[in-house]
């Protein structure tokens, strides 16, 4: 494996491990009714774009014609707005555990729309490491206690399913298009499209917002959401994107309950089984079967 392709593991690793620990923050912010799904949405996208509309100020500029702006404000509403305005949506209706259950259905999107839109193959190796990671991670989550309850699981669980359809879409519809441009130009035109889009529908809720009431351990939580979970995730994917075929960027899904999980033992809420380690290794060998697995390389 070349040093691109590594790079490209670790990138990928990195985000969802970040994304793997926002399901329980996120929960925990919400738990004290005080931060609205619909502001949370707005620090993710307006702390981004404004850190990497900070960032292009360091970078070389590019050029990006009005056709590519508008390019990138599709791949903002899909890849942005859409998945993470609905995954924050159904967090906060359904519990964690579910939602990393969910989650893991993208990876089976994504090879399907990668064999739709750009016609890579689908070999029985795919479909051998997809399967052993959807067992491994149904495994995993089922083996752990739930933490935090929905009001509205089968709705939430509905929504953050609508948030992997818009990924999976984005992962296949942008990928040749994403190597045009370097990451912060990329980056900081598709979280401004969201942002303007976002903040208009919510101006109610965050003026609503009784602000000086919010604890700092959920100001922290917020912190760790819109930097951590949004900022620092989206440069790791977008590094690994450039690297890595869709299937295997969607593979790394898998990640996240195995995170949820080692999350849970950490605060005492779950404990490790030889039936966790079982589903781990299985999650891993399937995200190994779908690297070594033969697919055409889009130009």
Known sequence: MNQSKVIGHLAMLGANVMWGLMSPVAKMVFAGGIVAP??????????????FWLASLFTAREHV??????RLFGAGM??????????IFGVSLTSPGEASLVTTTMPMWVMLLAWVFLREPVTVKKWGGILLGACGAVILILGSGNVGGGDRPALGDFIVLCAQLSYALYL???RNFIRKYSLVTLMKWMFLSAAVVAFPGSINSI???????????????IGYVAVCGTFLAYVCIMIGQK?????????????????????????????????????????FSGVWLVT???????A
């Open 172 to 174: 296949t519809l942008y």
């Open 207 to 221: 003026i609503s917002t009784d602000w000086h009431s919010i604890a700092p351990m959920e100001w922290g939580g």
């Open 78 to 87: 899909l890849g942005i707005l859409l998945n993470q305005g609905c995954f």
């Open 243 to 283: 690297r890595l075929r869709p299937t295997l960027v969607g593979m790394y899904n898998y990640v996240q309950p195995i995170v949820a999980t080692i999350t849970g033992i950490s605060l005492g809420l779950d404990v490790f089984t030889p039936l966790k380690g079982l589903a781990i290794i299985l999650i």
């Open 65 to 70: 014609p009005p056709k590519d702006i508008l």
């Open 38 to 51: 619909v502001v949370m949405v707005d620090f993710r996208v307006g702390t981004a774009a404004l850190l």
């Open 292 to 298: 070594v697995s033969k697919g055409r390389e889009n």
